[in-house]
């Protein structure tokens, strides 16, 4: 493959595009997911019809124009870029990740730096205990495999530098960045009435500052969780009743409540359901969540599905089964 023709592959692409499980492609297309048996399958975003099946990978790292890269595990981690349209590999020379027989590899993040994908791995033997961890430089252009030794840089707080930021379900409190610049949920306690706000920034320009209140007034402490997601244009905020409603006691009526990060305007109202299980993503018109049940009177392990839900009406669009254990973990040989 030409160097031009990667570059084509990459326009336009500025971030992996996340649904649970799996990745999307730039165009809102479609969805790609690993296979329940092994491989990977693309299904229509739209519909959720099978597309293709490919045995020749088995994780999705990063959907590119007419391209998908992907991952296969083994004593190697190899990569490979397989076309959009029929799954079949793209002839590409990519260098592979060298890992111990004895462990898992498990993908932590992934993000774009220019034509490099860094990809954030830990090692782990059988059980708990952590071998190694560290991140690794794939250049989508020349195919080699670096590791990444750039120091993480430091976030730029701007404008919500001495202001309470909101902590996450993960007990975190950090900016985040999105395709603008930017963004970080600020708790406003200094007036009559509390609120959450959303600040959006680009770092250097304090001219490109914007603020939007989300939710006003805020319930009382615990019953409005921010899960954040790896899409980082969204905002999804887990908002319960903090005194009785209905006859129902606090915390028992819950809804999803899904902002668009560069307008600040409320794209989604949802009522939880059971075994919905965080991070969430939204990718054209379609709102996906994975969600975690079983089929009744069968005795069996309970079943991880893809849930698509049109985000106009609400309504379910579709559903896929995903395998049991985790999309982001490459077991070695």
């Known amino acids: 493959m030409r160097t031009a023709d990667v570059k084509k592959m990459l326009r336009g692409v500025t971030a992996p595009r996340f649904v649970p499980g799996g990745v999307a492609d730039p165009a809102g297309e479609r969805v790609y997911l690993p296979g329940t048996r092994g491989g990977i399958d693309a299904l229509d975003l739209a519909t959720g019809a099978l597309l293709w099946h490919s045995d020749s990978a088995t994780l999705p790292l990063l959907g590119l124009n007419g391209r998908l890269l992907a ?3 083994g004593t190697r981690v190899s990569f490979f870029l397989l076309g959009a349209g029929d799954g079949g590999v793209v002839p590409f020379p990519y260098e592979s990740i060298e890992t ?7 993908l932590t993040a992934t993000r774009l730096d220019g034509d490099q994908l860094v990809l954030s791995w830990r090692l782990a033997a059988t059980g708990p205990t952590l071998l190694e961890e560290g991140a690794t430089r794939l250049d989508l252009v020349d195919g080699t495999v670096t590791p990444d030794t750039e120091p993480t840089a430091a976030v730029d707080p ?4 001495g ?4 902590r996450d379900a993960r007990a975190q409190a950090v900016p985040w960045a999105w395709e603008g610049g930017l963004a970080a949920l600020v708790s406003v306690t200094g007036d009559e009435i509390r609120h959450l706000d959303l600040y959006t920034w680009r770092p250097g320009k304090n001219a490109d500052r914007r603020v939007f209140t989300l939710v006003s007034p805020l319930p009382g ?3 409005l969780e ?5 899409d980082g244009d969204r905002v999804y905020l887990l908002f319960c009743n903090d005194r ?3 006859g129902r006691p606090m915390g028992s009526v819950c809804q999803w409540l899904v902002f668009t990060v560069a307008d600040g305007s409320q794209r989604m109202v949802f009522d939880t359901v059971p075994g919905l299980q965080p991070p969430l993503a939204v990718v054209g018109d379609r709102l996906f969540y994975v969600q975690f049940g079983s089929i009744p009177g069968k005795r069996q392990l309970p079943l991880r599905r893809l849930q698509a839900v049109d985000v106009a009406s609400r309504e ?3 559903s896929h089964v995903l395998p049991q254990q985790p999309a982001e973990r490459l077991v070695a040989a």
């Open 226 to 230: 921010h899960h954040p997601s790896p």
């Open 163 to 166: 202001l309470t930021l909101f």
């Open 221 to 223: 402490a615990g019953f």
């Open 71 to 73: 991952a296969a595990g």
């Open 316 to 318: 379910p669009a579709w």
């Open 100 to 106: 111990p027989p004895y462990a898992d590899w498990r």
């Open 158 to 161: 701007g404008p919500v530098a």
């Open 244 to 246: 009785e409603k209905e």
